[in-house]
């Protein structure tokens, strides 16, 4: 039988060193809920589900960036519960488990109890199975750590004999500076014969429990092999919408049906792209890949369109406009940085899902016009300052350039011009709230480049990344300013994109860090990362999307340039391109990694220099050794950080890529050999409708070199297109082989600032 795009979807991929925001099942696509099971629960690193751990201890509603809230246990008896988790975990089996998109299902050995979720975008539903007769005990636990943040005030009603009622509130992070409070409802399907709860190491009676360490347990008569039904709603707003919530969302108490929703809602959303003749493997990465790519970025409105700004000194409820049906016209999410998604997001969601990024761009110029900038990373109505630049630039301006209208792009040029300049995002290193001091944008203005050996006043104060960073941010805006007619910003931008070039080192072939008095940063070790980003020399030399060919003009040549990236690439395939973030294992040197964002360009890097066969050769050695792995352990060898590489994995697998990010006007496609005999992908009305399909002959897990193509019927002889060749749809197809044809695609590289 043929399996559905869900069905091929396998979430425990990579799961055995997880990460808070990393694993979810119960969930929809971008939900406000984020239902699964927690076998670990410290720290924002190394919990969640983790594959190998032996027990879990709840099953909570927000696995988001920087935030977490709302568990539930159920327990088999008389529990007295407390805030020690430890009391109340159980072992589990992966034997009888069932883990898919949408649906979790797990048995709780030590205490008698088959535990089901599933969920809608903001109603967690729960099922939960007694083995014995008699008293039958579900905890909420509202108190302690959870993932990245500690809960420094909770409080839980019981408002009937069937619900109750309370909200939790997330204490300032690091990262996250001001608290956050989350509110739910709780609904059971039938009426509760007991309720208390603690607070701390007291035992609280009545209808109310509040403050630190608050908790509470729901008392209930089952019947061997009885059920009972839960429902939790949230809110970041009030009760009042979280009740809201579930009403509209899930009136009804059938699990089945919300399942089967569930299901098809994703087999829906994952089937925008369809696939075929490839081993399964492919198809279960793949499918993966593109459910991680719809995964991380999580709702924050409510269904009326309320949503909490955290922006300003108080708290605000403030309302997204309505449409003449009135239902909102967009939505908000929580959000893990853009850093680095003018290689992943940028390409795949114009394709995939156009209007959630049309979305997102409104809910960013929300941020810039309650809190005066437009932020990189919301988490619940907070900026956080997360990594380094104006990362939300690339991906404004490609929205706009693949025609996903929706939002005002005057108001944008504004928010992200603001950016740019002192005050603005590259005034701002990591996690820099208070200060503008960390980005080093007035040396970047006045002398070309942000200076290294600078005070460490917050995170990645790190000028040589910063540089790149800004100068490929103001060629985007360069573009953005041009498209609206605005020559004189235009041509301010386009000269600060040149910038990249005074870190050039000649003598050592190499971006290198400078000090403010213009001094080389001495001594250098390219495999440092002394002046860089979670990145090093050998990785970041190759980080100037937009201006590669006026890199190899720094080497010399594009034969010097390309034989240098290729020795990266010799090197890197050792370690399979990646240095695994992961604690407990060591960090190798290696040139090219694979497993972070700042290198997830550089095999697409020969393509402009006019060795399209490499490209070819080291995007499908990526493919199969970063991004290839379908088991616990191995999947994509680093940071998948909210979907950055979920949805570099799909974009190798269909052998599409934007080096610019989507942010050139009529952005550029480039090509590499699909994984896949066959990909159609339907495209939303945004991009013309229609189909555009991907045709390779010849396609086997050895042929990865592009023989011959042609494109809507006629020869194609470059390695890339445009994305107007791609709306409305059409057909690219391509012969492919196991040797290189190096006389293809090489005779007119892809677009760039400068030309070889």
Not at 89 to 95: D, K, L, Q, W, Y
Not at 151 to 164: K, N, P, S, Y
Not at 491 to 497: D, K, T, V
Not at 727 to 755: D, H, I, Y
Request: charge should be negative; include cysteine.
């Amino acid at each position: 039988m043929t399996k559905t795009p869900a069905q091929w979807v396998n979430p425990q991929i990579d799961s055995a060193s997880s990460r808070w925001i990393f694993f979810s099942s119960a969930c929809r696509p971008f939900g406000m809920v984020n239902l699964s099971p927690d076998t670990d629960i410290a720290g924002a690193w190394g919990s969640s589900y983790l594959y190998y751990s032996p027990t879990i201890c709840g099953f909570s509603h927000v696995h988001a960036w920087q935030l977490s809230a709302v568990s539930v246990m159920p327990v088999g008896g008389d529990h007295p519960g407390g805030p020690n988790v430890d009391a109340y975990r159980s072992r589990f089996t992966h034997g009888d488990e069932v883990c898919e998109p949408g649906y979790h299902a797990v048995s709780l050995l030590d205490h008698g109890v088959r535990a089901e979720v599933t969920s809608t975008a903001r109603v967690g539903v729960h099922r939960y199975t007694f083995a014995q007769a008699g008293t039958a005990t579900i905890l909420l636990n509202l108190g302690g750590e959870l993932g990245p943040s500690r809960m420094q005030d909770a409080c839980v009603e019981r408002v009937g004999d069937r619900e109750l009622a309370g909200y939790v509130v997330n204490a300032p992070t690091r990262r996250r500076p001001k608290e956050c409070a989350i509110y739910f409802v709780a609904q059971f399907d039938q009426p509760l014969t007991g309720f208390d709860g603690w607070q701390g190491a007291n035992r609280v009676a009545g209808d109310t429990v509040q403050g630190e360490e608050a908790g509470c347990r729901a008392l209930f008569q089952v019947p061997a092999g009885g059920h009972v039904q839960v429902k939790v709603a949230i809110s970041y707003c009030s009760v009042a919408n979280a009740r809201q919530n579930l009403a509209e969302e899930c009136d009804h108490w059938d699990f089945d049906r919300v399942r089967a929703e569930s299901r098809a809602e994703w087999d829906e959303a994952l089937g925008r792209i369809e696939v075929e003749g490839a081993e399964d493997r492919y198809f279960v990465k793949f499918y993966t890949d593109l459910w991680h790519s719809l995964l991380g970025r999580r709702l924050v409105s409510d269904r009326n369109g309320q949503y909490m700004d955290r922006t300003g000194p108080e708290p605000v409820v403030r309302q997204i406009p309505l449409d003449e049906t009135g239902k909102p016209r967009y939505h908000h999410f929580n959000s893990d940085a853009f850093w680095g998604a003018q290689w992943t997001l940028n390409t795949l969601w114009p394709l995939l899902c156009p209007d959630h990024m049309g979305d997102m761009v409104n809910c960013l110029l929300d941020y810039y016009r309650n809190g005066g900038l437009v932020p990189r990373g919301p988490a619940g109505g907070n900026y956080t300052f997360v990594m380094t630049g104006a990362s939300s630039t690339p991906f404004v301006v490609a929205a706009y350039m693949h025609g996903i209208g929706g939002f005002d792009p005057e108001l944008a040029y504004e928010g992200l011009r603001k950016n740019h300049f002192p005050g603005g995002l590259m005034s701002k290193a990591g996690y820099e709230h208070d200060t503008c001091i960390g980005g080093g944008i007035e040396h970047y203005m006045e002398h070309g480049f942000a200076p290294d050996g600078r005070k460490q006043i917050a995170f990645h104060v790190k000028g040589a990344a910063q540089t790149l960073e800004y100068s490929f941010q103001d060629w985007c805006l360069a573009q953005f300013a041009k498209a609206l007619g605005k020559e004189d910003d235009y041509a301010l931008f386009m000269q600060r994109a040149t910038n990249y070039r005074n870190l050039f080192d000649a003598e050592t072939g190499f971006i290198r860090p400078r000090l403010a008095d213009g001094s080389w940063l001495t001594p250098f070790d390219p495999f440092s990362e002394d002046g860089f980003v979670e990145a090093n020399s050998w990785q970041d030399t190759w980080w100037v999307p937009h201006d590669l060919p006026g890199l190899a003009h720094l080497f010399g040549s594009a034969d010097a340039a390309a034989a240098k990236l290729n020795q990266a690439f010799e090197q890197a395939s050792a370690y399979d391109f990646s240095s695994d973030k992961r604690p407990e294992k060591p960090k190798p040197h290696v040139a090219i990694n694979y497993g972070n964002q700042p290198s997830t360009e550089t095999a697409h890097v020969f393509n402009y220099f006019g060795k399209p066969w490499l490209s070819q050769k080291w995007a499908r050695a990526v493919k199969e050794q970063a991004q290839g792995g379908i088991t616990p352990d191995w999947g994509y060898r680093g940071d998948e950080d909210q979907g950055l590489m979920g949805s570099l994995g799909a974009l190798l697998a269909i052998g599409l890529f934007q080096m610019k990010g989507g942010a050139d006007a009529d952005p550029v496609y480039e090509i590499t050999a699909p994984v896949f005999a066959r990909v159609t992908i339907h495209l939303g009305a945004s991009q013309g409708g229609g189909e555009f399909v991907i045709e390779a002959a010849n396609q086997a897990p050895g042929n990865c070199y592009i023989q011959s193509a042609e494109l809507n019927g006629q020869p194609l002889g470059r390695c890339w297109f445009r994305h107007s060749d791609l709306v409305g749809g059409g057909k690219l197809r391509l012969v492919l082989g196991p040797e290189p044809n190096c006389a293809w695609g090489n005779q007119e590289p892809p677009p760039a600032m400068s030309q070889l």
